[in-house]
Structures are given as structure tokens and as C-alpha cells.
């Protein structure tokens, strides 16, 4: 009976990840811009990360931060925010180095960090790896998200 139940655990959580997945991609597109789509993005990112573990969510709580950081009024929560992101993100792509999404994530947010940051130390590799791979990736939206970032 515990075999069985932890099957369809398995199974109900491989369904839901594309749709989190797709969430969590449509409030990034709006986070920057808005506070309270941020404020959406860390609250659910965090939690589907205390529930799967998951490198991605990890990633997306990262970027999270990094939105918090260009809303926030006070310079030292907008330093606050941004290490955390950095801490986060750095994490993600170094739990699972070979997920593509995270290091487009990690690729986009060094190349906007403002430079003063020091936060570009991973751009060419990052590119390097996503132009390499990303013909190999099955999720159609996020190949045409990479393609069309990249310019390929």
C-alpha cells in the first residue's frame, strides 16, 4: 500500500510540474515590473521548492529576489535582496548544472546586473553551454524562449 501510494504521488507530481512551471514563467515576465507579481513569484517558487526540491524552483525564487532587489527603496535591502538571489541562483545552477532554463535564468540576470555588482563572471559560459544544448530540449516554449533570446 506504501509503494502504491507514493507511486501516485509520483505521478500527481510529474503532472503538475509543467503547469507550476508554466506559472512561475509567466510571472517572471511580469515581475520586473510589477511588485506584486514578485511577491507572487517568491511565494510559489519557494513553496513548490520546500515540496520537491527542485533546483528550477530554486532558480525561480532567485530571480525572485533579484526583482525584489530593483523594487525596493532602502540600498541596503536592494544589496540584501540581490545577494540572496545570487546565493540562490548560483545554487540551482550548481545542483543541477546541465538545466538549461536555470542557467538562461542565471545568463539574463548577469547580463542586467548592473556592472559595478560583479555579478558576470558566468555570461560566456552560460552562453556557451544554452547555444550548444538547447536544440536537444523538448519543452517547444522554452526552445523558442532560448532561440529567440539568443538570436540563434
Do not use: C, W
Amino acid at each position: 500500500m506504501k509503494r502504491f501510494s507514493f507511486l501516485i504521488f509520483i505521478l500527481i507530481s510529474t503532472l503538475m510540474f509543467p503547469q507550476n512551471l508554466q506559472e512561475l514563467r509567466t510571472l517572471l515576465q511580469t515581475g520586473e515590473k510589477s511588485e506584486k507579481s514578485t511577491k507572487i513569484l517568491l511565494e510559489k517558487s519557494s513553496a513548490a521548492y520546500e515540496k520537491t526540491n527542485q533546483p528550477i524552483y530554486a532558480g525561480f525564487f532567485a530571480v525572485g529576489k533579484f526583482f525584489m532587489a530593483k523594487h525596493a527603496f532602502n540600498p541596503l535591502k536592494k544589496i540584501s535582496y540581490f545577494n540572496e538571489g545570487k546565493k540562490n541562483m548560483d545554487g540551482a545552477v550548481k545542483r543541477e548544472p546541465k538545466n538549461l532554463e536555470i542557467r538562461l535564468m542565471r545568463l539574463i540576470t548577469q547580463e542586467k546586473a548592473p556592472k559595478l555588482l560583479g555579478y558576470t563572471h558566468n555570461i560566456s559560459e552560460d552562453r556557451q553551454i544554452i547555444t550548444n544544448e538547447y536544440k536537444n530540449i523538448r519543452d517547444e516554449d522554452l526552445k523558442l524562449y532560448i532561440k529567440n533570446y539568443l538570436k540563434l
